[in-house]
Nanobody, 122 residues
Framework: QVQLVESGGGLVQAGGSLRLSCAAS????????MGWYRQAPGKQRELVAR???????NYADSVKGRFTISRDNAKNAVSLQMNSLKPEDTAVYYC????????????????WGQGTQVTVSS
């Protein structure tokens, strides 16, 4: 069984920084894209940043220049460095990974972490 375990959320003042980490464990053949999404109260879950296995990245316009996504393929891990945080970044952040459990899986399945709260005070 595959699990994604996140860590690093918390409360920070505007302008501060936080680093989120996520590690995938369990029966894993390969991991394609990994990413971070967030959901604020009353809003839909949205993409924050995504990274391919070979390191290509894309970011939501709202976080470009402030957030940096990275991954460690050997550890099946992905991180999100968040700088210059704003109150509007407050949300539950979810780790996501597209994972093949078996070599014969025709395509990867999406797995999600449990979410970690990020609160930015003004």
């Amino acid at each position: 069984q595959v699990q994604l375990v996140e860590s690093g959320g918390g409360l920070v003042q505007a302008g501060g920084s936080l680093r989120l980490s996520c590690a995938a464990s369990g029966s894993i053949f390969s991991i394609n894209d990994m990413g971070w999404y967030r959901q604020a109260p009353g809003k839909q879950r949205e993409l924050v940043a995504r990274i391919t296995r070979d390191g290509s990245v894309n970011y939501a316009d709202s976080v470009k220049g402030r957030f940096t996504i990275s991954r460690d393929n050997a550890k099946n891990a992905v991180s999100l460095q968040m700088n210059s945080l704003k109150p509007e970044d407050t949300a539950v952040y979810y780790c996501n990974a597209a994972i093949r459990v078996n070599w014969f899986d025709p395509q990867p399945n999406d797995y999600w972490g449990q979410g970690t709260q990020v609160t930015v005070s003004s």
